[in-house]
């Protein structure tokens, strides 16, 4: 079955400093893999703890694809402002017309301390 994107996340207002899960919620088999795609085009998909191929310490931290294929994001600050794409993919999605990408909007709402 064609991997398929069932619905994301809407747009986000969250809060700096605080975390938030993007959802990414799809079908297919074998099972899609997910990759998500961040405001500043940073590639980013879900790896088993026992890989290393998210070794960049400051993506790490910030950034974590679940298996789910949802996307949590710690420390969020204005720079995290923008739109993130969630796309699938798995073998038979070539040549389907099927949804395989999702978007959200994500606003960081900042306050001032005095």
Same mark, same amino acid.
Request: positive net charge.
């Given at each position: ?39 500043? *085009? +940073? ?10 191929? %998210?070794?960049? #310490?400051?993506?790490? =931290? $910030?950034? !974590? ?11 969020? *600050? +204005? ?10 993919? %798995?073998?038979? #999605?070539?040549?389907? =017309? $099927?949804? !395989? ?14």
């Amino acid at each position: 079955m064609p991997a398929e994107v069932l619905f994301s996340s809407l747009d986000v207002y969250a809060e700096a400093e605080k975390s938030i899960r993007l959802n990414c919620n799809h079908i297919g088999a074998p099972k899609p893999t997910v990759t998500w795609f961040t405001p500043k *085009n +940073l590639k980013l998909r879900f790896y088993p703890p026992s890989t290393t191929a %998210n070794s960049n #310490s400051t993506t790490k =931290s $910030k950034y !974590r694809v679940n298996e789910n294929g949802d996307l949590e994001i710690d420390n969020l *600050n +204005l720079n995290d402002t923008g739109l993130y794409q969630c796309s699938v993919s %798995n073998l038979f #999605s070539l040549g389907f =017309s $099927k949804k !395989r990408q999702g978007t959200v909007l994500l606003e960081i709402n900042c306050k001032i301390k005095m």
